[in-house]
């Protein structure tokens, strides 16, 4: 099983559509929760840590159940600028604290 | 503030020759981390530096991978001999390390991601 695990995609969607991306992991240890943002043939850069209680940035609502070692991201009202791909990020608080990232769920916004 | 510096940008060369990444992470980082990106799929942790120490280096091939970061600043990735299968993009990040309460922790621990090494091997 993969440490970090994602829906694939991609997703397609118009314009002002809400849609949500998921993401599981396996490693129940991990304590930190993040969502990068990666456009085509750029780096990626963060979009929004998750925290217990679930937050909000804007269009943007990350959730996370750490019973279900799920984490979730929804965009409301999607714009074109939105198109991207979406990865999950999980950091370990034990042998080392490394960072795993998903393999990412790519979204096509349509006009 | 100068971010995460990479080069070469770009990499061209044929299987079995050798080739080598620099990375210099943000001012006062002290994690450092190397990633292989292969294209349509996820970042993949190569090696995690915490200064100069090694945290995290389980998925690097070790028969022909091998990095450093000697002095807890800049880092070098080597590949020798490459193979086909090494065409990627190889991405250096580093984030602070440091650790505080829960918020403080997220925030500390953003990954700044370089732009990127393209290698490919012919």
């Known amino acids: 099983r993969k440490e970090v695990e994602q829906d694939p995609g991609p997703f397609n969607v118009p314009e002002g559509a809400t849609v949500a991306f998921n993401c599981t992991y396996s490693n129940s240890a991990s304590q930190s929760f993040f969502w990068y943002r990666q456009d085509c043939r750029k780096e990626p850069k963060l979009l929004m840590s998750?925290?217990?209680s679930g937050n909000e940035d804007g269009r943007f609502t990350a959730q996370l159940n750490r019973a279900s070692q799920y984490i979730s991201l929804l965009i409301r009202d999607s714009k074109l600028s939105d198109s991207a791909t979406y990865l999950c990020v999980v950091k370990g608080n034990t042998g080392g604290f490394k960072t795993i990232f998903g393999a990412g769920t790519r979204l096509f916004v349509k006009a | 503030e100068a971010g995460v510096a990479q080069s070469p940008r770009y990499k061209i060369i044929e299987k079995r020759q050798s080739v080598a990444f620099w990375c210099n992470p943000i001012?006062?980082?002290?994690?450092l981390y190397w990633y292989q990106q292969i294209l349509g799929q996820g970042p993949k942790l190569l090696i995690q530096?915490?200064?100069?120490?090694?945290?995290?280096d389980s998925q690097l091939p070790k028969d022909r991978f091998s990095a450093e970061r000697l002095k807890g600043v800049d880092s070098t990735l080597k590949i020798q001999p490459a193979k086909l299968e090494d065409s990627a993009v190889y991405l250096c990040a580093s984030s602070s390390g440091k650790r505080h309460g829960e918020y403080r922790q997220a925030t500390n621990e953003k990954l700044f991601f370089g732009s990127g090494t393209q290698l490919s091997v012919l």
């Open positions: 001012s006062g980082h002290a994690t």
């Open positions: 530096f915490q200064n100069n120490g090694v945290v995290d």
């Open positions: 998750v925290y217990s």
